[in-house]
């Protein structure tokens, strides 16, 4: 209670024994911190770590363990992304393909938020320009200009961001190219 003072009757106001005993009592029973910090740690998704990020995960779609392919086997990329061709990929042995990899707080803020703004998303070109740059900055859009992290891999590859309708998007990884060289041309 904000105003313990006010609920105490007038012949008991002056007692400092009671007094102490309310005011003790009311401390104790304060819900302010406890709704404090359930709005810092769960209810804002900015600020939510944890358990609270868990919850947003659960409410959005997504999961805080990613699956990476752990090798790269001889496929179709319609089946699996990043698949070999021919002559360069091994055949499927039997073994894991997957390991399990606990994303970070900060990294599933980041798939949370992405798949928050897929779910909500209205079909337009400028609507996922803006999921686009709201995720990755003035860094590129679509034509990734930086070097993606493994984070920023497993979101895109996981097929969470969002195509409009009736577009194919293929997302391809290659190596940074580094811009006039004293050779006279780019070197990768």
């Known amino acids: 209670m904000l105003n313990v003072e006010a609920t105490i009757q007038a012949q008991f106001a002056n007692s400092p024994s009671l007094g102490t005993i309310i005011e003790g009592f009311n ?5 302010s911190a406890l709704i404090d910090d359930w709005y810092e740690n769960v209810w804002n998704p900015q600020t939510a770590t944890g358990w609270g990020l868990d919850v947003w995960g659960r409410i959005v779609g997504v999961s805080r363990v ?3 392919s752990t090798t790269d086997y001889f496929g179709f990329s319609q089946g699996m992304p990043g698949a070999e061709t021919f002559g360069s990929g091994a055949f499927y042995n039997g073994g ?6 606990i994303l970070s707080d900060d990294a599933f803020r980041r798939l949370i938020f992405a798949k928050a703004a897929a779910n909500i998303w209205d ?3 400028s609507a996922l320009n803006a999921i686009l740059m709201s995720l990755f900055g003035n ?4 034509v990734f200009e930086f070097v993606p ?7 895109i590859a996981s097929g969470i961001l969002p195509r409009p309708c009736g ?3 293929n997302y ?3 190596p940074p190219v580094i811009k006039d060289t004293d050779f006279g041309g780019d070197l990768l």
Do not use: C, H, R, W
């Open 96 to 101: 894991a393909v997957t390991s399990n990899y």
């Open 66 to 68: 990613l699956q990476i």
């Open 149 to 155: 992290s493994p984070v920023d891999i497993s979101i």
């Open 27 to 31: 401390q104790a029973i304060d819900p």
């Open 172 to 174: 391809i990884f290659t």
């Open 167 to 169: 577009v194919k998007m």
């Open 123 to 125: 079909g337009t070109i």
């Open 139 to 142: 860094e590129g859009v679509l």
